[in-house]
């Protein structure tokens, strides 16, 4: 994808519409060269530091601390993470194309393609922690996706996750956080596109003991 796909936003909106893996699958395979671009330097989208922030407060980095980056793309909050001292990151997505590139910045340990929306397996089967920003958005990973990423942590673990309004209103997440073992560490409304309205949740949830 290049700018006579449209501009930078425009091509955010049509991730936002898509309705399937394959098609997922096929747009970002397109998208990917051109992502971060778009993404981080034109439309200087936030979500990534918001989620690293509230990992490192809830959850700071320590030791062996495992941590699993749900729907990673091309691995920028990987890359944030390991920053401010994490060591032990593995990344999964849908894309192998993003995977790719995610793979180059050296900052993971295994990176494995994995539909959210499907059972998956990851690297391990126990994190310390679950870190996620971009995955919960329209179109593309719902609240049976949110659930089984959750079942991944170990007991006390954390997860820290952007979730779009839309999707948190339409897969009802509250009712879902509701029914799991977890206590509520912290739920903002933030913008993660400078000057836009506030339109994402930042949720961090720790697993009960």
């Avoid at 499907?118 to 996706?145: L, M």
């Avoid at 079942?151 to 339409?170: D, F, N, R, Y």
């Amino acid at each position: 994808m290049n700018g006579s796909d449209g501009t930078a936003l425009d091509r955010l909106r049509r991730a936002r519409g898509i309705s399937d893996a394959e098609e997922a699958r096929e747009f970002y395979a397109r998208w990917a060269d051109n992502y971060e671009d778009d993404v981080y330097q034109a439309l200087r989208v936030t979500g990534s530091e918001h989620v690293a922030r509230l990992l490192k407060t809830h959850c700071p980095p320590r030791g062996d601390l495992a941590v699993l980056d749900a729907g990673c793309g091309t691995g920028m909050l990987g890359s944030l993470l390991r920053g401010i001292g994490y060591r032990f990151i593995d990344g999964i997505d849908i894309s192998p194309e993003m995977l790719a590139i995610a793979r180059r910045k050296q900052v993971y340990r295994h990176l494995q393609e994995a539909d959210l929306n499907q059972s998956f397996s990851a690297p391990e089967r126990w994190y310390d922690a679950i870190v996620s920003a971009g995955t919960f958005v329209h179109g593309h990973v719902g609240a049976e996706g949110f659930r089984r990423l959750f079942a991944h942590l170990k007991p006390e673990g954390v997860m820290a996750c952007s979730i779009s309004v839309p999707v948190w209103q339409s897969e009802a997440i509250p009712d879902l956080i509701a029914a799991l073992p977890a206590d509520t560490l912290g739920n903002t409304i933030e913008s993660v596109i400078p000057g836009q309205p506030p339109d994402t949740h930042m949720l961090v949830l720790q697993q009960q003991g």
